[in-house]
């Protein structure tokens, strides 16, 4: 992989994580939750996770 690759990839998840991040504050400002919003709540974590293992994956790749 380029470097504008992975430059422009870590770019759009770190604007993903924003987006989230946002909707996990709107979340937590509400005390009661509909089935949806609990549902699209565990989306978002497992995304997050995601996120996660593939940045990993791309320092991990960088760093070889």
Do not use: C, G, W
């Amino acid at each position: 992989m380029d470097n504008a690759y992975l430059l422009s990839r870590v770019n759009i998840l770190q604007r993903e994580l924003l987006q989230i991040s946002e909707h996990h504050r709107e979340y937590f400002t509400k005390e009661n939750h509909s089935p949806d919003e609990r549902a699209q709540h565990e989306e978002q974590i497992e995304r997050v996770n995601k996120i996660r293992e593939e940045l990993l994956a791309v320092v991990e790749k960088t760093a070889a």
